[in-house]
């Protein structure tokens, strides 16, 4: 149970502790901004890094234009050192609790930006750490809040030591900590690329190495009915769904591909050598099925930002043919890797009890696919 306030609850699991914003030596001096109720980013009270801090803050992308405007205008009043005049905004001070914590930052000046995740049984804290010399973004630390996130904090420096053998653009493992699922990584520099798809795009999911595994549509049938299994639904949508999986008849086969899981303009970076950095790993998954990543980076956006997605576009688009070109997929294919899509997502969400698989379900109806 919560015996205590949502800040300090959370700088407790994030391995920090709370303490009085007096004048002593060792103390943090932060910000805490908040959303809902809920903190959401703590960060330094004065920065000599200000330009990197804000440069960071101004990543993130609420997906509402409202929304939107409102961040950017805190970020202004944080350059202005004018933000912890907001009633919003609590000043809180801490010193570092955790021996891993201590051992990173405790003898040194280096500034954090804390970062904390969506509430949920997933949820983390993602540190962004200042060089104290350069005053730019040095490394990042992933510390799990809920007991979910120490599953995918593992999963995804696991999944960033893989990528560096098939020297996919990503960030590199520094430090691993699995007992207490604690991460850091090197920081990806650029800027967040489009929203819309690009050649670049399909540049790097072409990249993505095929892992060797000879997947059948019979297994997909297979395994979605299994799945189906272990989930409780309403017998219409069950009897839907139950129908699609016939459509996995299919004995041909074909290669998995590396899937990134959660492929965003959010989790997509421009670097500086014009090659393209994909961060936030942790729902990849090695033996993936083709056009997955493509489907999630239309139909996420389509649910976050209210636009109509329509299958038939979706096939037509350039960058999408060229894709399926590259696999040697056809249409017929190609359809069935989006109903597994839609399948896969729609078992995931109702599992996670988000929003998305209404969507997604209500999506199927409206390209008549169940």
């Known amino acids: 149970m919560k015996d205590t306030s949502p800040v300090e609850y959370i700088l407790k699991k994030i391995g920090l502790s709370l303490c009085d914003t007096g004048s002593e030596n060792g103390i943090n001096r ?10 959401r980013w703590i960060i330094p009270a004065k920065s000599k890094g200000i330009n990197a801090l804000c440069s960071i803050l101004n990543e993130w992308r609420p997906y509402s234009l409202m929304a939107l405007i409102k961040w950017r205008f805190l970020v202004i009043l944080y350059r202005l050192n004018l933000l912890q005049h907001l009633p919003q905004v609590k000043k809180i001070g801490f010193i570092y609790k955790h021996d891993f914590l201590r051992k990173a930052f405790g003898n040194s000046k280096k500034e954090l930006l804390i970062y904390i995740g969506t509430p949920g049984y997933e949820r983390k804290a993602v540190i962004t750490v200042l060089d104290s010399i350069s005053l730019k973004p040095e490394c990042i630390y992933k510390i799990p809040i809920e007991k979910g996130a120490n599953h995918s904090i593992i999963k995804e420096a696991e999944t960033l030591n893989m990528l560096s053998r098939y020297q996919i653009n990503a960030p590199a493992v520094i430090e691993f900590d699995s007992i207490n699922g604690i991460s850091s990584q090197t920081y990806a520099n650029g800027y967040l690329y489009k929203r819309s798809l690009t050649d670049k795009h399909i540049d790097l999911l072409i990249k993505m190495p095929k892992t060797g595994k000879k997947i059948s549509f019979l297994e997909i049938g297979h395994s979605l009915r299994k799945g189906l299994e272990t989930i409780s639904l309403d017998k219409k949508l069950n009897r839907g769904l139950s129908k699609l999986t016939e459509r996995f008849s299919a004995d041909c086969h074909f290669d998995s591909v590396f899937v990134h899981g959660d492929l965003a303009p959010w989790n997509i970076k421009m670097q500086h050598d014009n090659q393209l950095c994909c961060i936030d790993w942790e729902n990849a998954n090695e033996f993936g099925l083709p056009l997955y990543d493509l489907c999630h980076f239309h139909l996420m ?29 056809n249409k017929k294919q190609a359809e069935l890797l989006i109903l597994f899509y839609h399948y896969d997502l729609i078992l995931k969400s109702i599992i996670k009890q988000d929003t998305y698989a209404s969507f997604l379900i209500s999506n199927l109806r409206k390209n008549s696919l169940i």
């Open 301 to 329: 956006q389509s649910f976050l930002f209210g636009k109509e997605w329509s299958m038939i576009r979706f096939l037509k688009n350039n960058q999408i043919i060229r894709y399926l070109e590259f696999h040697c997929l």
């Open 30 to 39: 932060y910000l805490v901004i908040h959303s809902k109720g809920e903190p």
